[in-house]
């Protein structure tokens, strides 16, 4: 598709459109074409804008999760940016309304609820003490920043504050709590038996007329379906691991030693002190020190005045640094400080810290001979990550240009694999990803016989499609095909012969003749349940649910009916007594549980009413 398009840019028309282009850049700046109407928004809802920036840091969440959740398993066609796009920006419209729903309605959240909920946070916490450098390191990986994720985490607390309101105004009433028991609680006495489909199974196959005949009325069934023939190339980093040089493995030895795990470990507690302009941190310091000095211990003087809200309740304590965790100033005065000293006052960004050397490990590295099969494993793998993305480059190049995939292959070392009759159901092995399947059956691919993109799949995995021959749908002759019909045949006619079975059972049951009388006249074996609810594990799913939907049956007559399983059989059903349900009747527990499943199912009810009405009743403009 793009080689026609750089072959049609030679000519005339296209020439002008592109200087136009150039034009429209000279004058207005490249914002003129990519971004609609001038403004930066990407959306309004209420006059409200929502920017590019919420977008796509909406996107990287969604993005994030989806890797997190599904692992190895992820399809990376589910992190397309115009797919993610629209679902992200749905969920900003929906949260920009709630936002303004719940400031209309004066709802607030204090700085101590947010600061209780990020000091509880398990993320945030190295051996149970929040740690403010792991706090704003995964904050800055996550692509926040302090304020921006306590703006967000204002909002979701916001949020629930105001979902949670809305669920609690809704209640459930005694006289609806008593019509749900009635059903949930609801008892049938019942009884079944089973035809099975192989007693109609005829002993002869099917005359040869009747085999003419099905195949002629079922031609669409007998269409052989349509495949292709690929050729592919599949790059992962196995197909570049080489040998390791031994200078390589001697200087990420060098590395690996200076890794934190081999690190002297220190354990440290601060009593933090910060500036608010009043004048008196000296005093504060200086309070401190006096009581430090006077015997108190480090614990208790963190607890009574250190200002680090996660530390404080913890007597101060901050975990363990291998000489990375805290500041630079913090790393420097702990790498001097004896275990159990304290520390002059030292200076960061954060405030004034007295700091506490509790514990001292001190670390060691394992030999090179132990670490060199993991050393050199790691190596391998980085080169050939390397080698493979390098590749995949020029692949792209080749791949892009070529008509089949013979040149890129020859140019690049490669190999071309070939697999045969992949249809559209096929999903095993390489077509098992849809994203593979698609590309083959594409019309770029298919139709106009160019070779596909190079796709990214999981696990470093890279695959590029050419498809070498087309199979259109083909009626298959009768003689190919015959077992498949003799056996069709052969089914319907004993499903037909069931189903004729039960009817004519249903006939007798109904005029009068006793489930167990008949079902032992035939052989079948009859099966009596009194008492089922509707959670019974015992019955058959689809008996089950078929004795659920019968009519009540008459004081003087029962309730009859059939059901077709999928392998063919058929039970007969035969429903005699209902007993309905009470309130009273069930356990305290059922009683709660039944109380708190009819809370949850009203109040997310509201929630969504709530939520379409303010939809409904927004001006909202997509840009």
């Given at each position: 598709?793009?080689?026609?398009?750089?072959?049609?840019?030679?000519?005339?028309?296209?020439?002008?459109?592109?200087?136009?282009?150039v034009?429209?850049f000279?004058?207005?700046?490249?914002?003129?074409?990519?971004?609609?109407?001038?403004?930066?928004?990407?959306?309004e809802?209420?006059?409200?804008?929502?920017?590019?920036?919420?977008?796509?840091?909406?996107?990287?969440?969604q993005?994030?999760?989806?890797?997190?959740?599904?692992?190895?398993?992820?399809d990376?066609?589910?992190?397309?940016d115009?797919?993610?796009?629209?679902?992200a920006?749905?969920?900003?419209?929906?949260?920009?309304?709630?936002m303004?729903s719940?400031?209309?309605?004066?709802?607030?959240?204090?700085?101590s609820?947010?600061?209780?909920?990020?000091?509880?946070?398990?993320?945030?916490?190295?051996?149970?003490?929040?740690?403010?450098?792991?706090?704003?390191?995964?904050?800055?990986?996550?692509?926040?920043t302090?304020?921006s994720?306590?703006?967000?985490?204002r909002?979701d607390?916001?949020?629930n504050?105001?979902r949670n309101g809305l669920?609690?105004?809704?209640?459930?009433t005694?006289s609806?709590?008593e019509?749900?028991?009635?059903?949930?609680?609801?008892?049938?006495?019942?009884r079944?038996?089973?035809?099975?489909?192989?007693?109609?199974?005829?002993?002869?196959?099917?005359?040869?007329?009747?085999?003419?005949?099905?195949?002629?009325e079922?031609?669409?069934?007998?269409?052989?379906?349509?495949?292709?023939?690929?050729?592919?190339?599949?790059?992962?980093?196995?197909?570049?691991?080489?040998?390791?040089?031994?200078?390589?493995?001697?200087?990420?030895?060098?590395?690996?030693k200076?890794?934190?795990?081999?690190?002297?470990?220190?354990?440290?507690?601060?009593?933090?002190?910060?500036?608010?302009?009043?004048?008196?941190?000296?005093?504060?310091?200086?309070?401190?020190?006096?009581?430090?000095?006077?015997?108190m211990?480090?614990a208790d003087?963190?607890?009574?005045?250190?200002?680090?809200?996660?530390?404080?309740?913890?007597?101060?304590?901050?975990?363990?640094?291998?000489?990375?965790?805290?500041?630079?100033?913090?790393?420097?005065?702990?790498?001097?400080l004896?275990?159990?000293?304290?520390?002059?006052?030292?200076?960061?960004?954060?405030?004034?810290?007295?700091?506490l050397?509790?514990?001292?490990?001190?670390?060691?590295?394992?030999?090179?001979?132990?670490?060199?099969?993991?050393?050199?494993?790691?190596?391998?793998a980085?080169?050939?990550?390397?080698?493979?993305?390098?590749?995949?480059?020029?692949?792209?190049?080749?791949?892009?240009?070529?008509?089949d995939?013979?040149?890129?292959?020859?140019?690049?070392?490669?190999?071309v694999?070939?697999?045969?009759?992949?249809?559209?159901?096929?999903?095993e092995?390489?077509?098992?990803?849809?994203?593979?399947?698609?590309?083959?059956?594409?019309?770029?691919?298919?139709?106009?016989?160019?070779?596909?993109?190079?796709?990214?799949?999981?696990?470093?995995?890279?695959?590029?499609?050419h498809?070498?021959s087309?199979?259109?749908?083909?009626?298959?002759?009768?003689?190919?095909?015959?077992d498949?019909?003799?056996?069709?045949?052969?089914?319907?006619?004993?499903?037909?012969?069931?189903?004729?079975?039960?009817?004519?059972?249903?006939?007798?049951?109904?005029?009068?003749?006793?489930?167990?009388?008949?079902?032992?006249?035939?052989?079948?074996?009859?099966q009596?349940?009194?008492?089922?609810?509707?959670?019974?594990?015992?019955?058959?799913?689809?008996?089950l649910?078929?004795?659920?939907?019968?009519p009540?049956?008459?004081?003087?007559?029962?309730?009859?009916?059939?059901?077709?399983?999928?392998?063919?059989?058929?039970?007969?059903?035969?429903?005699?007594?209902?007993?309905?349900?009470?309130?009273?009747?069930?356990?305290?527990?059922?009683?709660?549980?039944?109380?708190?499943s009819l809370?949850?199912?009203?109040?997310?009810?509201?929630?969504?009413?709530?939520?379409?009405?303010l939809?409904?009743?927004?001006?909202?403009?997509?840009?």
């Amino acid at each position: 598709m793009l080689q026609d398009i750089r072959q049609t840019i030679q000519g005339t028309t296209a020439k002008i459109v592109v200087g136009l282009i150039v034009i429209s850049f000279a004058f207005f700046g490249i914002q003129s074409i990519l971004v609609k109407g001038g403004g930066n928004e990407v959306a309004e809802v209420n006059g409200e804008e929502i920017s590019p920036q919420e977008l796509q840091q909406s996107v990287d969440t969604q993005r994030r999760r989806l890797i997190a959740m599904m692992g190895e398993n992820l399809d990376p066609a589910m992190l397309d940016d115009d797919r993610l796009k629209a679902q992200a920006l749905e969920a900003l419209i929906n949260r920009k309304l709630l936002m303004q729903s719940a400031a209309a309605m004066s709802l607030a959240i204090s700085e101590s609820e947010i600061g209780a909920v990020v000091s509880g946070m398990e993320q945030f916490q190295v051996d149970g003490a929040f740690s403010p450098a792991v706090y704003k390191s995964l904050l800055s990986s996550a692509g926040y920043t302090p304020s921006s994720f306590k703006r967000s985490l204002r909002g979701d607390m916001l949020l629930n504050q105001l979902r949670n309101g809305l669920a609690g105004s809704e209640f459930v009433t005694p006289s609806e709590l008593e019509v749900s028991a009635r059903v949930i609680s609801e008892q049938r006495d019942l009884r079944y038996f089973t035809i099975p489909k192989e007693k109609f199974v005829a002993a002869s196959p099917p005359s040869d007329t009747r085999i003419d005949a099905y195949y002629n009325e079922h031609l669409d069934e007998y269409q052989s379906p349509e495949s292709v023939d690929i050729d592919y190339i599949e790059l992962s980093p196995e197909n570049f691991k080489e040998p390791v040089a031994e200078s390589a493995v001697l200087e990420a030895y060098e590395l690996a030693k200076q890794d934190a795990q081999y690190q002297t470990q220190n354990r440290v507690s601060h009593i933090l002190f910060q500036s608010d302009g009043n004048n008196d941190l000296q005093q504060r310091i200086a309070k401190a020190q006096q009581l430090l000095a006077s015997g108190m211990a480090f614990a208790d003087v963190a607890r009574q005045l250190s200002e680090d809200m996660g530390s404080a309740a913890k007597g101060g304590d901050l975990g363990y640094s291998s000489g990375d965790a805290f500041p630079e100033e913090m790393e420097a005065a702990i790498a001097r400080l004896e275990p159990g000293v304290v520390s002059d006052p030292v200076k960061t960004d954060a405030g004034t810290h007295l700091i506490l050397v509790t514990e001292r490990i001190p670390g060691k590295a394992p030999s090179l001979e132990q670490m060199r099969a993991q050393l050199e494993e790691t190596i391998a793998a980085n080169e050939a990550r390397v080698a493979l993305v390098r590749t995949v480059e020029s692949l792209k190049d080749l791949s892009f240009n070529a008509e089949d995939l013979s040149y890129p292959a020859e140019e690049l070392g490669l190999e071309v694999k070939q697999v045969d009759a992949v249809t559209r159901s096929t999903n095993e092995g390489l077509f098992s990803n849809p994203s593979v399947l698609d590309a083959a059956f594409s019309d770029d691919v298919l139709v106009q016989g160019h070779n596909s993109e190079v796709m990214e799949l999981a696990g470093d995995r890279y695959v590029v499609l050419h498809v070498r021959s087309h199979h259109t749908p083909e009626l298959q002759p009768l003689a190919s095909v015959r077992d498949a019909v003799v056996a069709a045949v052969t089914e319907n006619d004993a499903r037909a012969a069931v189903a004729a079975a039960a009817e004519s059972a249903l006939v007798q049951l109904r005029a009068g003749l006793p489930v167990e009388q008949y079902a032992h006249d035939q052989g079948y074996n009859p099966q009596v349940e009194l008492g089922v609810d509707r959670r019974n594990n015992t019955v058959p799913p689809d008996v089950l649910r078929r004795a659920f939907a019968l009519p009540t049956p008459d004081p003087d007559t029962a309730s009859t009916d059939f059901i077709m399983t999928s392998s063919g059989d058929a039970v007969v059903i035969q429903l005699e007594r209902v007993i309905s349900g009470e309130y009273t009747s069930l356990g305290k527990n059922e009683q709660q549980q039944l109380q708190q499943s009819l809370d949850a199912e009203f109040g997310s009810l509201v929630n969504h009413e709530f939520e379409r009405g303010l939809r409904e009743a927004a001006d909202i403009s997509v840009l």
